[in-house]
């Protein structure tokens, strides 16, 4: 099936969108909920006798692009934070409800799940007991165990004689270092800046007999803004996003974009 002709067809499927810089890949986009793609252009009126119109030039020609992904994207994060992805030395904060037992009581210890990380001697810091009355009390971490205070070794939190009670509850935070490569992170530094790429976006056009061909439109420059809400209501947490194209002055192509229809067997 040769198509000579955009005439007659329909975007029918949005696939998915590729983001691309210097060959390399950055990120898919094949979740898609919703897909803009805004061309415009100003035009400017020359006027004679009366206010009657003479003449129009145009200038200002330009097209941006905005859309919502259904699952989170890294590589699109990255691009538009102008930060990077590690999978090491993470760093999570902990919390960790203890209530308190019998022999807990007892002994004036209770136990916390992980190890934490941090200046030894100031690892957890502060522990918040909950009494009878629902007072809160906050214990200050130190050497050894007194009034205000609790000592910390290895997992152990170790209180003062009769501070803590048969049903208490024991509130802890703390910092936990990940093994590496078992999370993932993206830092959002104040001193950088959104980024571009190359865009793909791919999907099926149908034209009025019936028949279904591929389609590409192709961003050479696409600068994202950093602009994006991750936002979680009623319905899942969605990431949007929003780009301009940009003119290539290092080119002898000037296109902000390029549509190609093509059979599927090509």
């Given at each position: 099936?040769?198509?000579?002709?955009?005439?007659?067809?329909?975007v029918?499927?949005?696939?998915?969108?590729?983001?691309?810089k210097?060959?390399?890949?950055?990120?898919?986009?094949?979740?898609?909920?919703?897909?803009?793609i805004?061309?415009?252009?100003?035009?400017?009126?020359?006027?004679?006798?009366?206010?009657?119109?003479?003449?129009?030039?145009?200038?200002?020609?330009?097209?941006?692009?905005?859309?919502?992904?259904?699952?989170?994207?890294?590589?699109?994060?990255?691009?538009?934070?102008?930060?990077?992805?590690?999978?090491?030395?993470?760093?999570?904060?902990?919390?960790?409800?203890?209530?308190?037992?019998?022999?807990?009581?007892?002994?004036?210890?209770?136990?916390i799940?992980?190890?934490?990380?941090?200046?030894?001697?100031?690892?957890?810091?502060?522990?918040?007991?909950?009494?009878?009355?629902?007072?809160?009390?906050?214990?200050?971490?130190?050497?050894?165990?007194?009034?205000?205070?609790?000592?910390?070794?290895?997992?152990?939190?170790?209180?003062?004689?009769?501070?803590?009670?048969?049903?208490?509850?024991?509130?802890v935070?703390?910092?936990?270092?990940?093994?590496?490569?078992?999370?993932?992170?993206?830092?959002?530094?104040?001193?950088?800046?959104?980024?571009?790429?190359?865009?793909?976006?791919?999907?099926?056009?149908?034209?009025?007999?019936?028949?279904?061909?591929?389609?590409?439109?192709?961003?050479?420059?696409?600068?994202?803004?950093?602009?994006?809400?991750?936002?979680?209501?009623?319905?899942?947490?969605?990431?949007?996003?929003?780009?301009?194209?940009?003119?290539?002055?290092?080119?002898?192509?000037n296109?902000?974009?390029?549509?190609?229809?093509?059979?599927?067997?090509d």
């Open positions: 099936m040769g198509i000579v002709s955009i005439d007659g067809w329909t029918t499927q949005w696939d998915a969108i590729e983001g691309f210097n060959g390399l890949h950055l990120f898919t986009l094949d979740e898609l909920q919703e897909v803009a805004n061309n415009t252009e100003e035009s400017q009126d020359v006027t004679g006798a009366g206010g009657s119109i003479l003449n129009s030039n145009k200038r200002n020609k330009g097209c941006n692009g905005t859309g919502t992904n259904g699952l989170l994207s890294g590589g699109l994060m990255e691009v538009q934070t102008g930060g990077k992805q590690t999978t090491k030395d993470i760093v999570i904060l902990q919390k960790d409800t203890i209530t308190v037992t019998a022999d807990m009581a007892s002994a004036n210890k209770v136990s799940t992980k190890t934490p990380t941090g200046t030894a001697g100031a690892e957890i810091q502060y522990v918040y007991v909950k009494g009878a009355t629902e007072v809160v009390t906050t214990y200050q971490q130190a050497v050894d165990a007194g009034e205000g205070k609790f000592a910390y070794d290895n997992k152990e939190i170790t209180f003062a004689a009769s501070a803590i009670a048969e049903g208490n509850v024991v509130t935070y703390y910092n936990v270092k990940l093994t590496d490569d078992t999370g993932v992170k993206i830092t959002n530094d104040a001193s950088k800046y959104s980024t571009e790429c190359e865009l793909v976006y791919t999907g099926l056009a149908k034209n009025a007999c019936g028949k279904e061909a591929c389609f590409q439109f192709s961003v050479p420059r696409a600068d994202f803004t950093g602009n994006f809400n991750l936002e979680m209501g009623d319905s899942q947490t969605t990431h949007s996003f929003e780009w301009t194209a940009l003119k290539n002055k290092c080119s002898t192509s296109n902000f974009w390029d549509f190609i229809i093509f059979p599927d067997e």
